[in-house]
């Protein structure tokens, strides 16, 4: 019914920069916040950084100051520009909304594939 798309993803230099994208398409009424997250090899997965329908904006503080994050919601898309990259940036890149399709009175939580974020030295 719903399906998130990422992309932008790749391998860069550190000090350089990539910008994300995630598209949502499907059965959509609504989508209320949207987000982005990452894991890294042995790791959990932690928030990067989730931005309300409204605009309200929550950056985890290992990025705050260098990842900016930013919807369309005519679109129904959310991005992640992400400049002074570091190594330890490194991860899968997973993209989150909160949806509202035509077929239910929930609002349910939804997961891109992943995109991979690599950052040398």
């Known amino acids: 019914q719903v399906q998130l798309a990422e992309s932008g993803g790749g391998l860069v230099q550190a000090g350089g920069s990539l910008r994300l994208s995630c598209a949502a398409s499907g059965s959509i009424l609504m989508i209320n916040g949207m987000g982005w997250y990452r894991q890294a090899p042995g790791k959990q997965r932690e928030l990067v950084a989730d931005?309300?329908?409204?605009?309200?904006?929550n950056y985890a503080d290992s990025v705050k100051g260098r990842f900016t994050i930013s919807r369309d919601n005519a679109k129904n898309m959310v991005y992640l520009q992400m400049n002074s990259l570091k190594p330890e940036d490194t991860a899968v890149y997973y993209c989150?909304?909160?949806?509202?399709?035509?077929?239910?009175?929930?609002?349910?939580?939804?997961w891109g594939q992943g995109t991979q974020v690599t950052v040398s030295s």
């Open positions: 931005i309300s329908r409204g605009g309200g904006i």
């Open positions: 989150n909304a909160n949806i509202r399709t035509l077929y239910t009175t929930q609002t349910l939580g939804y």
